[in-house]
T-cell receptor, first 112, second 111 residues
Framework: KAGVTQTPRYLIKTRGQQVTLSCSPISGHRSVSWYQQTPGQGLQFLFEYFSETQRNKGNFPGRFSGRQFSNSRSEMNVSTLELGDSALYLC???????????FGQGTRLTVV | QKEVEQNSGPLSVPEGAIASLNCTYSDRGSQSFFWYRQYSGKSPELIMFIYSNGDKEDGRFTAQLNKASQYVSLLIRDSQPSDSATYLCAVNPSSASKIIFGSGTRLSIRP
């Protein structure tokens, strides 16, 4: 069974640009959560999608948004990038009725 | 108060000894508890989950949960150098389906 797939693995963007990250969950998993990980703040919860609906949201500005498609794949978008958005962005998928989360390899975003 | 608290470490343990990692959480109604291991530059990997009070053993790992004290721990027996990593405690609070992570404890196993 394939794991969680995140693309791209690495990304370099300029301040002010926008970026879209993609996550394909484990087959059969309908919940996708996104986290931001930085050395100073640890793993911070961004949002969770389930059946194309945002179910939970963390304390991030509106520049961070996401969506989920009918095949459970999810995208995360960050607009007007700031230097502080440089981080490892992790996606995790969970099955219905099962709360263990499995992570993808992450997307390393660098904003210059 | 943080929702999930861990000592950041580093925790240094000699090879072959027992490593004990601790975590406290604030939501008394939390139902699900997880331990993840994260090597430098890699994504977190689930190593244990526990839902009921008491101990749960899996190989060299034992997770312990005490809901009355809002405390969860991870014991690693016969520690190996390959166990050197950051260990993240995670909790599913009662109010939401999201999983909240602690800041992690850095564990170093010295030969």
């Amino acid at each position: 069974k394939a794991g969680v797939t995140q693309t791209p693995r690495y990304l370099i963007k300029t301040r002010g640009q926008q970026v879209t990250l993609s996550c394909s969950p484990i087959s059969g998993h309908r919940s996708v959560s996104w986290y931001q990980q930085t050395p100073g703040q640890g793993l911070q919860f961004l949002f969770e999608y389930f059946s194309e609906t945002q179910r939970n949201k963390g304390n991030f500005p509106g520049r961070f948004s996401g969506r989920q498609f009918s095949n459970s794949r999810s995208e995360m978008n960050v607009s007007t990038l700031e230097l502080g958005d440089s981080a490892l962005y992790l996606c995790a998928s969970r099955a219905v009725g099962n709360t263990e989360a499995f992570f993808g390899q992450g997307t390393r975003l660098t904003v210059v | 108060q943080k929702e999930v608290e861990q000592n950041s470490g580093p925790l240094s343990v000699p090879e072959g000894a027992i490593a004990s990692l601790n975590c406290t959480y604030s939501d008394r109604g939390s139902q699900s508890f997880f331990w993840y291991r994260q090597y430098s530059g890699k994504s977190p990997e689930l190593i244990m989950f526990i839902y009921s009070n008491g101990d749960k053993e899996d190989g060299r790992f034992t997770a312990q949960l005490n809901k009355a004290s809002q405390y969860v721990s991870l014991l690693i027996r016969d520690s190996q150098p390959s166990d050197s990593a950051t260990y993240l405690c995670a909790v599913n609070p009662s109010s939401a389906s999201k999983i909240i992570f602690g800041s992690g404890t850095r564990l170093s196993i010295r030969p």
